[in-house]
Protein backbone atom coordinates (compact mmCIF):
# COMPACT_ATOMS: atom_id res chain seq x y z
CA UNK A 1 0.00 0.00 0.00
CA UNK A 2 1.25 3.13 -1.22
CA UNK A 3 0.30 6.24 1.20
CA UNK A 4 1.11 9.90 0.26
CA UNK A 5 0.18 13.09 1.93
CA UNK A 6 -1.79 15.50 0.12
CA UNK A 7 -1.07 19.65 0.09
CA UNK A 8 -3.30 19.52 3.27
CA UNK A 9 -1.11 16.60 4.94
CA UNK A 10 -3.51 15.34 6.86
CA UNK A 11 -5.21 13.87 4.11
CA UNK A 12 -3.88 10.66 2.58
CA UNK A 13 -4.17 9.83 -0.92
CA UNK A 14 -4.03 5.83 -0.35
CA UNK A 15 -3.23 3.03 -2.88
CA UNK A 16 -3.92 -0.33 -2.36
CA UNK A 17 -1.39 -3.56 -3.88
CA UNK A 18 -3.11 -4.63 -7.01
CA UNK A 19 -2.57 -8.32 -7.37
CA UNK A 20 -3.68 -9.41 -11.61
CA UNK A 21 -3.58 -12.20 -12.95
CA UNK A 22 -5.37 -14.44 -15.50
CA UNK A 23 -8.36 -14.62 -13.47
CA UNK A 24 -8.85 -10.82 -12.52
CA UNK A 25 -6.94 -8.81 -9.72
CA UNK A 26 -7.16 -8.76 -5.43
CA UNK A 27 -6.49 -6.15 -3.38
CA UNK A 28 -6.80 -5.22 0.22
CA UNK A 29 -9.40 -2.74 0.26
CA UNK A 30 -8.64 -2.40 4.19
CA UNK A 31 -5.98 -3.64 6.18
CA UNK A 32 -6.55 -2.04 10.23
CA UNK A 33 -3.09 -2.99 11.06
CA UNK A 34 -1.65 -1.00 7.83
CA UNK A 35 -3.88 1.42 7.69
CA UNK A 36 -2.98 2.47 11.86
CA UNK A 37 0.63 2.45 10.57
CA UNK A 38 0.37 4.48 7.96
CA UNK A 39 -1.79 7.20 10.04
CA UNK A 40 0.59 6.44 12.91
CA UNK A 41 -2.48 6.34 15.07
CA UNK A 42 -5.00 4.32 15.97
CA UNK A 43 -8.92 5.08 14.02
CA UNK A 44 -11.79 1.69 14.37
CA UNK A 45 -14.40 2.37 11.40
CA UNK A 46 -17.69 1.98 12.80
CA UNK A 47 -20.08 1.99 9.76
CA UNK A 48 -19.54 1.29 6.15
CA UNK A 49 -21.31 3.17 3.61
CA UNK A 50 -22.56 2.86 0.00
CA UNK A 51 -23.87 5.05 -2.46
CA UNK A 52 -24.74 4.82 -6.29
CA UNK A 53 -25.13 7.71 -8.30
CA UNK A 54 -25.61 8.78 -11.93
CA UNK A 55 -22.93 11.22 -13.68
CA UNK A 56 -22.65 14.69 -12.60
CA UNK A 57 -24.62 14.14 -9.30
CA UNK A 58 -22.07 16.31 -6.74
CA UNK A 59 -23.03 15.06 -2.70
CA UNK A 60 -21.43 17.39 -0.47
CA UNK A 61 -19.96 19.18 1.09
CA UNK A 62 -21.12 17.61 3.82
CA UNK A 63 -19.64 17.13 7.67
CA UNK A 64 -20.85 16.43 11.62
CA UNK A 65 -20.46 19.33 13.52
CA UNK A 66 -20.42 16.81 16.68
CA UNK A 67 -19.39 13.30 16.33
CA UNK A 68 -16.91 14.61 13.58
CA UNK A 69 -16.36 11.65 10.79
CA UNK A 70 -13.10 10.61 9.50
CA UNK A 71 -13.58 8.89 5.94
CA UNK A 72 -12.08 6.47 4.24
CA UNK A 73 -13.28 6.74 0.73
CA UNK A 74 -12.98 4.09 -2.70
CA UNK A 75 -14.81 3.83 -6.09
CA UNK A 76 -15.62 0.46 -7.03
CA UNK A 77 -17.70 1.64 -10.27
CA UNK A 78 -17.02 4.08 -12.50
CA UNK A 79 -15.16 7.66 -11.16
CA UNK A 80 -15.64 10.44 -8.95
CA UNK A 81 -13.53 13.74 -8.25
CA UNK A 82 -13.42 13.45 -4.31
CA UNK A 83 -12.94 16.69 -2.31
CA UNK A 84 -12.25 17.39 1.06
CA UNK A 85 -12.13 21.09 3.03
CA UNK A 86 -10.41 22.12 5.89
CA UNK A 87 -12.72 23.28 8.62
CA UNK A 88 -10.26 23.25 11.53
CA UNK A 89 -10.15 26.97 12.59
CA UNK A 90 -6.66 26.86 14.26
CA UNK A 91 -5.17 25.14 10.88
CA UNK A 92 -2.84 26.65 8.62
CA UNK A 93 -4.58 25.17 5.62
CA UNK A 94 -8.20 26.14 7.32
CA UNK A 95 -10.79 26.95 4.39
CA UNK A 96 -8.07 25.25 1.73
CA UNK A 97 -9.24 22.26 0.07
CA UNK A 98 -7.74 19.18 -1.52
CA UNK A 99 -9.25 16.91 -4.93
CA UNK A 100 -8.61 13.90 -6.42
CA UNK A 101 -10.04 11.17 -8.94
CA UNK A 102 -11.09 8.33 -7.45
CA UNK A 103 -11.67 5.26 -9.43
CA UNK A 104 -12.78 1.75 -10.33
CA UNK A 105 -9.69 1.88 -12.76
CA UNK A 106 -7.12 3.71 -10.05
CA UNK A 107 -8.15 2.07 -7.22
CA UNK A 108 -7.02 4.42 -5.41
CA UNK A 109 -8.51 5.39 -2.00
CA UNK A 110 -8.80 9.12 -0.09
CA UNK A 111 -8.54 9.10 4.06
CA UNK A 112 -10.47 11.99 5.11
CA UNK A 113 -9.63 12.72 8.68
CA UNK A 114 -12.56 14.29 11.26
CA UNK A 115 -12.56 18.20 10.65
CA UNK A 116 -13.01 18.45 7.34
CA UNK A 117 -16.29 18.51 5.08
CA UNK A 118 -16.47 16.26 2.13
CA UNK A 119 -18.12 15.54 -1.51
CA UNK A 120 -17.86 14.84 -4.60
CA UNK A 121 -19.08 14.52 -8.22
CA UNK A 122 -19.29 12.12 -10.54
CA UNK A 123 -17.56 12.02 -13.63
CA UNK A 124 -18.46 8.73 -15.27
CA UNK A 125 -22.20 7.75 -16.46
CA UNK A 126 -22.65 6.14 -12.81
CA UNK A 127 -20.01 5.68 -9.89
CA UNK A 128 -20.86 3.09 -6.88
CA UNK A 129 -19.09 5.05 -3.80
CA UNK A 130 -17.78 3.07 -1.18
CA UNK A 131 -16.73 4.77 2.52
CA UNK A 132 -15.83 3.81 6.17
CA UNK A 133 -16.62 6.23 8.86
CA UNK A 134 -14.65 6.75 12.14
CA UNK A 135 -17.99 7.89 14.06
CA UNK A 136 -21.80 6.72 13.74
CA UNK A 137 -24.42 8.88 11.11
CA UNK A 138 -25.78 11.55 13.08
CA UNK A 139 -28.47 13.89 11.27
CA UNK A 140 -29.15 16.30 13.95
CA UNK A 141 -25.22 17.53 13.72
CA UNK A 142 -24.98 17.36 10.19
CA UNK A 143 -23.90 20.67 7.94
CA UNK A 144 -23.64 21.32 4.28
CA UNK A 145 -21.64 23.87 3.04
CA UNK A 146 -22.34 25.06 -0.85
CA UNK A 147 -20.34 22.84 -3.55
CA UNK A 148 -19.69 26.58 -5.25
CA UNK A 149 -18.92 28.69 -2.14
CA UNK A 150 -16.98 31.60 -3.50
CA UNK A 151 -14.49 31.62 -0.90
CA UNK A 152 -13.46 27.88 -1.10
CA UNK A 153 -13.14 27.96 -4.90
CA UNK A 154 -13.08 24.55 -5.46
CA UNK A 155 -12.06 23.54 -8.97
CA UNK A 156 -14.87 21.06 -10.05
CA UNK A 157 -14.54 19.58 -13.54
CA UNK A 158 -15.78 22.21 -15.71
CA UNK A 159 -17.95 20.33 -17.71
CA UNK A 160 -20.74 18.83 -15.56
CA UNK A 161 -23.27 20.85 -14.14
CA UNK A 162 -24.13 19.28 -10.95
CA UNK A 163 -27.47 17.71 -9.81
CA UNK A 164 -27.97 18.18 -6.22
CA UNK A 165 -29.97 17.16 -3.51
CA UNK A 166 -33.13 19.55 -1.88
CA UNK A 167 -30.34 19.55 1.10
CA UNK A 168 -27.62 20.66 -0.71
CA UNK A 169 -29.49 23.26 -3.06
CA UNK A 170 -29.90 24.79 0.31
CA UNK A 171 -26.24 24.16 1.85
CA UNK A 172 -24.79 27.24 3.92
CA UNK A 173 -21.97 29.92 2.04
CA UNK A 174 -18.57 28.82 4.13
CA UNK A 175 -18.37 32.34 5.79
CA UNK A 176 -21.28 31.69 7.48
CA UNK A 177 -20.67 27.39 8.68
CA UNK A 178 -20.26 26.00 12.16
CA UNK A 179 -16.48 25.10 12.10
CA UNK A 180 -14.11 23.12 14.49
CA UNK A 181 -12.27 24.57 17.37
CA UNK A 182 -9.86 21.86 17.00
CA UNK A 183 -10.39 18.08 15.39
CA UNK A 184 -8.24 14.93 16.57
C1 LIG B 1 -25.05 9.62 5.19
C2 LIG B 1 -26.16 8.72 5.61
C3 LIG B 1 -27.43 8.85 5.09
N1 LIG B 1 -28.43 8.00 5.49
C4 LIG B 1 -29.75 8.16 4.89
C5 LIG B 1 -30.38 9.53 5.07
C6 LIG B 1 -31.18 9.73 3.81
O1 LIG B 1 -32.48 9.19 3.97
C7 LIG B 1 -30.43 8.93 2.76
C8 LIG B 1 -29.57 9.79 1.86
O2 LIG B 1 -28.81 10.62 2.71
P1 LIG B 1 -28.02 11.84 2.08
O3 LIG B 1 -28.83 12.51 1.03
O4 LIG B 1 -27.53 12.67 3.25
O5 LIG B 1 -26.78 11.11 1.39
P2 LIG B 1 -25.50 11.81 0.78
O6 LIG B 1 -25.87 13.09 0.09
O7 LIG B 1 -24.79 10.77 0.02
O8 LIG B 1 -24.66 12.20 2.06
C9 LIG B 1 -23.28 11.87 2.19
O9 LIG B 1 -22.62 12.71 1.31
C10 LIG B 1 -21.25 12.95 1.50
C11 LIG B 1 -20.49 12.39 0.33
C12 LIG B 1 -20.65 12.53 2.77
O10 LIG B 1 -19.44 12.56 2.93
C13 LIG B 1 -21.50 12.15 3.91
O11 LIG B 1 -21.06 10.90 4.38
C14 LIG B 1 -22.95 12.07 3.65
O12 LIG B 1 -23.50 13.30 4.09
O13 LIG B 1 -29.59 8.01 3.49
C15 LIG B 1 -28.23 7.01 6.44
O14 LIG B 1 -29.16 6.27 6.80
N2 LIG B 1 -26.98 6.88 6.99
C16 LIG B 1 -25.93 7.68 6.61
O15 LIG B 1 -24.80 7.49 7.12
Known amino acids: MKVT ?38 YSFVQDNHSRSAKGVLRGLHYQIQ ?11 GSV ?3 AVDLRKNSPTFGGWVG ?14 PGFAHG ?3 LSESADFLYKTT ?30 SQKDLKASYFKDAEVFDECN
Open 5 to 42: PLEIPEILLIEPKVFGDERGFFLESFNQKVFSEALGKE
Open 81 to 83: YDV
Open 120 to 122: FIV
Open 100 to 113: VELSEKNQRQLWVP
Open 135 to 164: EYYAPEHERAIRWDDPTLAIDWPAALTPIL
Open 67 to 77: KPQGKLTRVVQ
